[in-house]
């Protein structure tokens, strides 16, 4: 087993994780492991790098998937023991007028972007060595997602005593209302993807509070950010800012030094804390 030091990014094979693998082998002190669903497209990415003079690792992971995902966890534990950065970036958009049905939408959308991130965080968590970093890729989308749901569900959301349990049953209660055609009567907003990222920024306050709670002294800091609108397949081409743009905050977040007493449970955008 090596004693290296070692990072891991989700969904890397192209766009914005691709720009962040390739920031964090040029920038971290360790070996960094491109994980991607599709073992070619992964394997090609790597390559890519490689002909850049890089040294990533690849690793296939689908965060649909828990026996690939725990795959991941085994391969961490037998190779290097632990982990030390996390960059959950793995995450999917149905584009406007896509003929799927909405329900449909809610449902695919929900799974990976916050069931996925939730399977991930369950096996890998458990994993982060002392000082390791947690970067969530979030959107402002679930900012304006959350101010377009009611008042009651606002209130949950914002709340600073929020379970777990409660949160992912809220995230099924909005796929279940989908279904059944009363999700605005509900109170929720007309965003699968927005609503999906508020999933994703409460669930990284919540595991942030859990990680003080058990494991304070080991000084990890976990956090929710925004890349911004970038040109990728899901930002389209008229976004503003590049991948490598796009890249600068979760790298930001996942290299923050030995010392930092924070960022912790924020939700950041440009390298500042948003309000939530």
């Known amino acids: 087993m090596s004693c290296t030091r070692v990072a891991l990014v989700t969904g890397a094979n192209k766009g914005i994780g691709f720009a962040i693998t390739r920031d964090l082998c040029r920038r971290f002190s360790g070996d960094v492991v491109l994980t991607a669903r599709d073992e070619a497209r992964g394997r090609s990415a790597v390559q890519q790098l490689q002909a850049e003079g890089l040294s ?3 690793h296939q992971l689908d965060i649909d998937d828990l026996q690939s ?5 085994d391969f961490l534990r037998k190779e290097y023991g632990g982990l030390d950065v996390l960059v959950n970036n793995a995450g999917i958009a149905f584009q406007r007028g896509d003929p799927t049905p909405y329900h ?6 929900m799974k990976t972007n916050f069931f996925g991130i939730l399977n991930v965080s ?14 969530n890729v979030s959107s402002t ?13 606002q209130q949950k959301f914002r709340s600073e005593t929020i379970t777990e ?29 927005g609503v999906s990222k508020i999933g994703v920024t409460v669930l990284s306050r919540i595991h942030a509070m859990k990680l003080s709670e058990e494991r304070g002294g080991d000084k990890i800091l976990l956090n929710a950010c925004c890349p911004g609108w970038v040109r990728t397949d899901m930002g389209g081409p008229s976004a503003t800012k590049s ?7 979760p ?12 960022p912790h449970g924020q939700f950041i955008s440009e390298k500042k804390p948003e309000q939530w």
């Open 141 to 153: 989308l679930s900012l304006a997602a959350l101010k377009n749901c009611s008042p009651e569900l």
């Open 69 to 73: 995902i725990r795959a991941v966890r």
């Open 122 to 135: 369950a096996e890998l968590l458990p994993l982060i060595r002392p000082q390791g970093r947690v970067v």
């Open 104 to 109: 449909i939408q809610a449902e695919v959308t």
């Open 56 to 58: 990533p690792r690849f």
């Open 165 to 193: 349990e409660e949160l992912v049953a809220l995230m099924n209660k909005f796929v279940e209302d989908i279904d059944s055609g009363v999700h605005e009567k509900e109170g929720w907003p007309n965003s699968t993807y």
């Open 251 to 262: 790298v930001y977040l996942a290299l923050l030094p030995p010392d930092s007493g924070g």
């Open 243 to 249: 991948p490598e743009e796009g890249a600068e905050t």
